[in-house]
T-cell receptor, first 116, second 113 residues
Framework: AQSVTQLGSHVSVSEGALVLLRCNYS??????LFWYVQYPNQGLQLLLK??????LVKGINGFEAEFKKSETSFHLTKPSAHMSDAAEYFC??????????????FGKGTKLSVKP | DTGVSQDPRHKITKRGQNVTFRCDPI?????LYWYRQTLGQGPEFLTY????????KSRLLSDRFSAERPKGSFSTLEIQRTEQGDSAMYLC???????????FGEGSRLTVL
């Protein structure tokens, strides 16, 4: 069965500092991996996705993530945090090409706080 | 706005009552998903449709829950005899085919007193 583990339920950084949100996955088939962001009282918005092409994936708002098969990781980074990045971030996994329904399995989320 | 819309956004009900949520997906999307999200947790998969066919149901979807997508367009999620443990945010998402981006609505928050 597929699963996602997000290390750290809460991460706090200073404005301008590096953002690193950790995600490890478990999948018996080549995975597709996603990062979503959720602002308060809003739905989830896709930041970026990995679908077996380039291992370094660039997303919106300056975020990027690197797929590392050997480490079963898909950590999310941003070189310089902005106050508007404060939100909750979810990592998700889906069965890759040839998989079944394509529904996503989500991690528990990491709440990012940005200090001025 | 042509995104996924959900109605109502908030619902407060008494234990034992029935509630129904509606989801209107993005018009050309043939897949529609329901998720549940409780405080401090990520979204948990409930069920999904391809067109009007319900193709999978999670173990989380007890007999009190029923979902329909009668004409392959909008979907409804009904909870019968609500319990306090049903209090959660119910999220709907749609996609164009499998393993593509899921577009989420803003959710319907259920509070069972």
């Amino acid at each position: 069965a597929q699963s996602v583990t997000q290390l750290g339920s809460h991460v706090s950084v200073s404005e301008g500092a590096l953002v690193l949100l950790r995600c490890n996955y478990s999948s018996s088939v080549p995975p597709y991996l996603f990062w979503y962001v959720q602002y308060p009282n809003q739905g989830l918005q896709l930041l970026l996705k990995y679908t077996s092409a380039a291992t370094l994936v660039k997303g919106i708002n300056g975020f990027e993530a690197e797929f590392k098969k050997s480490e079963t990781s898909f950590h999310l980074t941003k070189p310089s945090a902005h106050m508007s990045d404060a939100a909750e971030y979810f990592c998700a996994v889906s069965e890759g090409d040839g998989g079944s329904q394509g529904n996503l399995i989500f991690g528990k989320g990491t709440k990012l706080s940005v200090k001025p | 706005d042509t995104g996924v819309s959900q109605d109502p956004r908030h619902k407060i009900t008494k234990r034992g009552q029935n509630v129904t949520f509606r989801c209107d997906p993005i018009s050309e999307h043939n897949r529609l998903y329901w998720y549940r999200q409780t405080l401090g947790q990520g979204p948990e998969f409930l069920t999904y449709f391809q067109n009007e066919a319900q193709l999978e149901k999670s173990r989380l979807l007890s007999d009190r829950f029923s979902a329909e997508r009668p004409k392959g367009s909008f979907s409804t999620l009904e909870i019968q005899r609500t319990e306090q443990g049903d209090s959660a945010m119910y999220l709907c998402a749609s996609s164009l085919g499998p393993v593509t981006e899921l577009f989420f609505g803003e959710g319907s928050r259920l509070t069972v007193l």
